[in-house]
């Protein structure tokens, strides 16, 4: 399943100091989580992480540059 725009995000301790938590398109169907992060000093920034998980010979793994 590909995750859409409005897919629940997955779960993380990055979640208790972040809001705006989404994934958005990139390139060639691939997605990004994108959120609004808290810093130490108490801002708000923009972060975006490549979001890709491949099957690399029978084993989930964080891919972003392929198995």
Known sequence: ???QAS???PPGTYQ?????????PA??????L???CRKID???VESR????IAN??????WAPNGC
Do not use: H
């Not at 390139?27 to 990004?32: A, D, I, K, L, T």
């Open 1 to 3: 399943m590909t995750p």
């Open 7 to 9: 897919a629940v995000p």
């Open 16 to 24: 208790a100091p972040s809001r705006d938590i989404r994934f958005e």
């Open 27 to 32: 390139e060639e169907g691939r997605y990004v």
């Open 34 to 36: 994108a959120a609004q």
């Open 42 to 44: 108490g801002q708000w």
């Open 49 to 52: 992480l490549k979001y890709d």
């Open 56 to 61: 690399c010979n029978g084993v989930l793994k």
